[in-house]
Nanobody, 115 residues
Framework: QVQLVESGGGLVQAGGSLRLSCAAS????????MGWFRQAPGKERELVAT???????NYPDSVKGRFTISRDNAKSTVTLQMNSLKPEDTAVYYC?????????WGKGTLVTVSS
């Protein structure tokens, strides 16, 4: 059974940092594009970082230069290092694994950034 479990969320002051981790089990993440999404109250879920199966990464402008995604296929983990956090980064952060039409999601971890 495929499972994604996020950890590392919490409360941080603006300007601070957090490191989120996603532990995958039940499949080989090396075959998947891995991503982090977030959803703030009243807003749609949005993509914040992708690390493709080949290792390249992609970020939207809203987090570029502040967030860094990385993967360790041997440990089946994906991390999201978030620096210079802003109150608008407050959201539930979800780990995602995607390959063709297959999508797996974790249950999310809450990040709250206070001003």
């Amino acid at each position: 059974q495929v499972q994604l479990v996020e950890s590392g969320g919490g409360l941080v002051q603006a300007g601070g940092s957090l490191r989120l981790s996603c532990a995958a089990s039940g499949y080989a993440i090396s075959l998947y594009n891995m991503g982090w999404f977030r959803q703030a109250p009243g807003k749609e879920r949005e993509l914040v970082a992708t690390v493709f199966s080949g290792g390249s990464t992609n970020y939207p402008d809203s987090v570029k230069g502040r967030f860094t995604i990385s993967r360790d296929n041997a440990k089946s983990t994906v991390t999201l290092q978030m620096n210079s956090l802003k109150p608008e980064d407050t959201a539930v952060y979800y780990c995602n694994a995607r390959r063709a039409v297959v999508d797996y999601w974790g249950k999310g971890t809450l990040v709250t950034v206070s001003s």
